[in-house]
C-alpha cells in the first residue's frame, strides 16, 4: 500500500490543501518542509483521520478536539464542511502455473467527511461518514460497506507503525504507559503486518466448527447424560467465548485509558514547564501576607521610634553634664549636714505620732498636748520663714533623684540603637519579599492560563478507570481459567460416552479431526510467531546500532536490542546489563530505537507500507541524525518525512540524492516576526510553494534566510 495524493479541506488549518507523494522505486521519498506551527501535525491528524475516523484523532475522540478553522467566520455560513481525500494503491500478487507471480495495482480513493456548526464561540460537532471508491479507467466505483477493506489494507494496529509522530516516537517504549499496554503495542503490530492474525481467525473457525459438531451430535442423541453433557459443554463454551471477548474489550480499555493517562501526564508536564501556576499562586499568595506582616511590624516600630523622643531616658541623656555637676554640689551639701533640711519633716512627722521626741504626750484629747502640738506648729513655720533657700535645696535634692540613672536601666541610645536595628532589619526583610513577590507574579504572567488542577483531576478520573478496566480483566481471566478446567472435564466426559456409542464414532471422528487441526493451526502460530519475532529483534537490532553508530567491539555504551518472548523491547549495555531507555539513553537514541522497530517490522513483513514520519530528526546532529536519515531512507518501501529547516540542516546532500518529491509549507501568521515578506493573507491558513530544501521564494522566505 502506499499513499498517492491527499487533499484537505477546512481541516483546522489546512482550509484549502493538496499534497502529492513520490512513489518512484528509485526516489520513493517525499519531505515536507515546514517549520513549528506550519501544519505538520494537522497533515499527520488528517492523514489517519481520513484512514481511521474519529478514534483516530488526538483524545480518541470529536468531543473536545475542532476540526474547523479556529477563525472560522460564521457569515461564511454556520455549517463547515471538512473533508480529507486520500488516493492510495495496493499492490498483490498471485501465482499463475504459466506466468509465475504476477502484480496487480489497484487504486482507491477514501473520504472521510464531516461538518461542523459555528455559533459564535461555540460549535457543534456533526456526524463523521466515510466513503471508498475504486479508480479505474471508467472512473470511481463506490465500495459498500467501506470499513472492511480499509481495515484490510490499513489495519488500526499498524496505525502506529504507518504513522509516526517524532513527539511520541517513544509509544512502544515509553516509560509513561505500563509494561502490558508497550507489549500490546508491539504484539498487536507484529501479529497484524506479519499476518499472524490469519492464523488466529482460522483458530477460532476451527473451535466453531467443533462446537457445530456437539450441537449435531446433541440433535441426533438419544442418550439422556451425552444430551446433558452436551448442553452444558455448549454453555460453558459460549460463556468462554463472551468471556474472551470481554478480557479484550477490557484491554482495550484498560491500553485506552492508560495512554489517555500517559497524554494527561505530558500535557501537565508541559504546562508545569514554565512553573506550576497553583504552586506558584500559593507562593504568592504567601509572601504577600509576608509583607502585609511586616508592613504592620515597621508601622509599630516607627511609632516606637518616635515615641523615644518623648521619653524619660531622652531627658537623662541630654542634661546628663548637667545634671552630674548638679548633684556633686547637693552631694556636697549634704556631706556639710546644710541638706536635705530634715527639720520640717521630722516636726512633721511627729504630729503624724502620739509622742514627742522628749517623750511627752501628743494626743489631740488633752489640754497640754494641744499646747505642745501647737508650738511644734509654731517651730515649723518658723523653719520655713527662716530656711526657704534651704528647703528649696533640699526639695531639688529630693526630687531630682528619678533624674539619677542606674546601672539597670538602658540608656536612649542603647534603646535607640535597638529600634533603630529593628527597623533596618525590616526594611532589608520587606525589600526582600517585594522582589520574591515581583518575581512570582513576573512567572505567573509567563505562565499558559492552564488548568492543572483540572487536568491532575482528569488525569486521576483515568487512572481510577485505567485500573477499574484492570480488575474486570483480572476476574474475567480468572473466570475464563476455571470455565476452561470446566471445558476439559465436559470433553472428556463427552468424548468417553461417544466412544461408547456407534453412531458417536462418526461424531468422534470430526471432532478429533478438529483438534487436530487446531492443534496444527496452534503449533503454527507459535512457531511463526517466535521464528518472526525473532527475524525482526534481530533486524531492529541491526538498524538501531548503525543508526547511532554503536560499535560492541569498540567499547560502545549500547551493546544492542532485542524484542523478548514477551514483547518487550530492551536494550542492553556492557556485560549484557538492562539499560533504562528513559534514563540510560539519549533522546536521538530513543527516537532511533523506535523507528529502527518499525522500519524492521516493515522489512521482515517484505509489506509494502508508508512510513509517515514528523520531526523524526529532532534531538539529532551530525552523524546520527544523518545516519538515521540514509538508514530510513534504504529500509522503507515509501517515506514521508515533515522536516524543519534545523532538521535538514547537514542532511542537504543526502535529499539531493534520495528525494523524490519536495515541497515547502508556510504560515503567514509568522510575519512579520519570522517571515520576511507579507503573504498578503488575513485568514489562519497554511500555503504550499514547490521550493525544495534549497531555496525559498517570496512566499516562503523567512528571516533567518536573509540573515
Known sequence: MKLLRAEFTNFRLLRDLILDFSIGHDRHLTVIRAENESGKTTILNGLQWALYGDKALPGGSRQNYRLHPIDWDPSEGERVRIAVEIDYEVTTTRQSKNRGPIETTQTYRVVQSTYERVRGESWEPGPTSVQLFEIGDSGAVAIEPPEALIREHLPNELREVFFTDGDRALSFIEADVSLSTKQARVRNAIQSLLGLDVIQDARDRVKKAASEINRQAKAISTHGELTHTLERLAKAEEEASTLRAAISDAEEQFANFDERYAEMGKKIEEALLLGDREELQQQYSQVESQIRTVNTQQADVRKRHSALFRTLELSRDIMAPVLTRAFAKLDELRDQGKIPNATIPVLEERLSASTCICGESLQEDEPESLRRRSHIHHLIEESRQADAL??????????????????????????????????????????????????????????????????????????????????????????????????????????????????????????????????????????????????????????????????????????????????????????????????????????????????????????????????????MSGYVKRSVLTTAIRESSQLILFLTRSEITDCEEILDVESGLIVTLTNPSHYPVMLANDPGVSERTILKCECDHRQHCRQCRRTADDA
Open 390 to 619: 534651704q528647703g528649696i535645696i533640699t526639695n531639688l535634692y529630693y526630687g531630682s533623684v528619678s533624674l539619677l540613672p542606674t546601672s539597670a536601666q538602658p540608656t536612649w541610645c542603647a534603646l535607640s540603637a535597638e529600634v533603630t536595628t529593628q527597623r533596618d532589619r525590616l526594611d532589608e526583610l520587606r525589600e526582600t519579599l517585594g522582589k520574591q513577590s515581583k518575581a512570582i507574579d513576573s512567572k505567573l504572567k509567563q505562565i499558559p492560563n492552564s488548568d492543572v488542577p483540572g487536568l491532575r483531576d482528569t488525569r486521576r478520573q483515568y487512572q481510577e478507570q485505567r485500573d477499574r478496566a484492570n480488575a474486570t480483566r483480572s476476574r474475567f481471566q480468572g473466570d475464563l481459567s476455571n470455565l476452561l478446567r470446566e471445558i476439559e472435564q465436559l470433553s472428556r466426559s463427552r468424548d468417553q460416552i461417544l466412544r461408547r456409542q456407534d453412531q458417536g464414532q462418526r461424531f468422534m471422528a470430526d471432532l478429533e479431526v478438529a483438534q487436530d487441526i487446531e492443534t496444527v493451526l496452534s503449533k503454527a502460530y507459535d512457531r511463526l510467531t517466535t521464528e518472526e519475532l525473532d527475524k525482526v529483534s534481530s533486524r531492529m537490532n541491526t538498524i538501531f546500532l548503525e543508526m547511532i553508530g554503536a560499535d560492541p567491539q569498540q567499547g560502545a555504551i549500547v551493546r544492542g536490542a532485542m524484542i523478548t518472548r514477551d514483547f518487550e523491547i530492551k536494550v542492553y549495555g556492557p556485560s549484557d546489563r538492562t539499560l533504562n531507555p528513559d534514563r540510560d539513553l539519549n533522546g536521538a537514541s530513543r527516537r532511533a530505537l523506535t523507528l529502527a522497530f518499525i522500519l524492521a517490522l516493515t522489512k521482515v513483513s517484505e509489506v509494502q507500507a508508508p512510513n509517515v514520519i514528523d520531526t523524526p530528526l529532532g534531538m
